[in-house]
């Protein structure tokens, strides 16, 4: 399998060759040149496998230069019910991604999907895990040393340190905004005393932290010298490792291959929904994927005119579901790429104009630029956004019907979710998070703190490492080379 980059001007790649990279050369997002297909009758005799064994029958269907021996010792490698154990009572870790249904009214279940049972308590464990193992897998094949540089509003940073800490050849440099994410997450990251981990709080926002990374990425000679690589949700492998958990939860919510589900997603970058989108190109009958955005509405403002209007930092709210804080999608361009029939070209210069004008419009409107919002039913996707008041009251309700406590990003999800439910067809919601991480609005909504899986008791109170710099492309760039020594 051959990948191709969003902006039409890079030559095709292998899983391999894109695995360590971030962004193609031409500036795009690699995707397959054709995404493989799943038939019905592969998914009925997936049904029963576990866990690792469906990551193996998707992978394989990706990573086509991997060995399948090696590919199926790395899945098995790393979904196992010891990495997945930060379960909620009752939950089965053996099944890595349990379902817990919520409600069922004629016929209609509202179901959460557990995808934050890894070591961060956040869905990001489920991709990162993987990566951190492949990453270890390919640099020594290539006797190669990887230097990570990542911009996290909180989930990614902990989950990529999580999963490379202690790594032979590897060093990760993760930016976070300065005193913008949770106590929790900050004292996650900031406690690792790991020496290959470097925690870098930058004095702004996410998107400014997000655009260091874009500068130093498109900057080929120190990328080059310095061994750089991402671990972005651009990362092409984890998208793939994500598509494993929307098969694994269409699985789990049907009994036969002609039913379908729909799933709601908390979004932000729009990093996990575009993994629903890939699964959906394959061939997996699913109906709705709808995009649950806080107020950093970018994305719901596209899907409900065909505006896509980035925001500047300044216009970005800091909420209380911060890790959905995001104004500049950074995987949009991976769905823009086939609502426009792939036609790099236009891709590239619609994404040139984000960036020159701050967006583009595909509402069809006079002086508009192409009217492809009219096909966006057929790709399934709907949206809607909420605020604070609305998580509070989700989670207040949620805790009070069901006797379960959910992360106020996963009430974004509920909330929308419960606005699209359609008759007959199971809506998974993918719970994104543990409340444990953001416990501050769960002490709003419930008058009590949430519950800590064991070993997270005292975390708060460990010493910390970080070093707090500014929002300077070059000082970042001096810091790197300066404890990479190349
Ligand atoms: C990262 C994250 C999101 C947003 O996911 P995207 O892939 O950026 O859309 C939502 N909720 C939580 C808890 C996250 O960590």
């Not at 269907?61 to 009572?89: E, G, M, W």
């Not at 209609?108 to 049972?117: E, F, G, P, W």
């Not at 790709?379 to 006797?403: E, P």
Request: aromatic share 8%; charged share 25%; hydrophobic share 40%.
């Amino acid at each position: 399998m051959q990948y191709v980059s969003t902006r039409g001007q890079a030559a095709p790649q292998s899983f391999s060759q894109i695995l360590l990279g971030g962004l193609a050369p031409d500036g795009g997002l690699y995707l397959p040149a054709e995404y493989p297909q799943v038939t019905g009758a592969e998914l009925d005799a997936w049904r029963t496998l576990s866990y690792a064994d469906l990551a193996f029958e998707v992978l394989k269907k990706f990573a086509t230069d991997i060995p399948q021996a090696d590919l199926k010792a790395l899945t098995h490698k790393t979904y196992t019910a010891d990495v997945y154990c930060n379960t909620r009572s009752g939950e089965d870790a053996a099944r890595i991604t349990p379902l817990c249904v919520l409600e069922e009214k004629d016929g209609t279940r509202l179901i959460l999907q557990a995808l934050s049972n890894g070591p961060t308590l956040a869905f990001k464990d489920m991709a990162m895990q993987l990566l951190g193992n492949l990453f270890e897998y390919t640099l020594a094949k290539q006797d190669a040393e990887l230097n990570i540089l990542g911009a996290t509003s909180g989930d990614t940073g902990s989950a990529a340190e999580y999963a490379m800490r202690g790594k032979k050849g590897i060093r990760v440099f993760m930016l976070s905004p300065h005193g913008k994410m949770s106590a929790f997450q900050t004292a996650q990251m900031f406690s690792l005393q790991d020496p290959n981990i470097f925690n870098i709080a930058v004095e702004g926002v996410f998107d400014d932290c997000q655009d260091i990374v874009k500068a130093v990425s498109n900057d080929l000679e120190f990328k080059t010298r310095q061994k750089i690589g991402t671990v972005n949700s651009i990362n092409w492998a984890r998208i793939v490792a994500q598509v494993v958990y929307y098969i694994r939860g269409y699985l789990s919510a049907t009994t036969g291959n002609d039913q379908k589900v729909s799933f709601t997603v908390p979004s932000g970058n729009f990093g996990n929904i575009c993994a629903g989108h890939i699964v959906r190109m394959m061939g997996v009958p699913i109906d709705k994927l709808v995009a649950a955005t806080n107020e950093n509405d970018v994305l719901d403002e596209f899907f409900r005119t065909g505006i896509y209007r980035v925001r500047k930092a300044s216009e970005t709210y800091h909420t209380t579901s911060p890790s959905m804080d995001i104004s500049k999608a950074s995987n949009f361009e991976r769905f823009i790429f086939d609502l426009l029939d792939r036609d790099g070209d236009r891709v590239r210069a619609l994404f040139k104009k984000v960036e020159t004008q701050g967006g583009f419009d595909l509402s069809g409107k006079p002086g508009s630029d192409g009217d492809e919002f009219r096909k966006v039913a057929q790709y399934g996707f709907l949206s809607g956004k909420s605020i604070h008041q609305d998580r509070v009251q989700t989670i207040r309700d949620v805790q009070a019907k069901h006797g379960v406590t959910i992360d106020t990003h996963t009430a974004d999800g509920v909330k929308m979710a419960r606005e699209f439910l359609t008759p007959g067809i199971p809506m998974i919601v993918l719970e994104t998070a543990l409340p444990a991480k953001f416990n501050e609005t769960i002490q709003e909504a419930l008058g009590r703190d949430a519950e800590r899986p064991a070993g997270f008791e005292n975390i708060e109170a460990l010493p910390q490492r970080f070093e707090v710099m500014p929002a300077a492309v070059e000082k970042i760039k001096a810091y790197i080379a300066r404890h990479t020594g190349l």
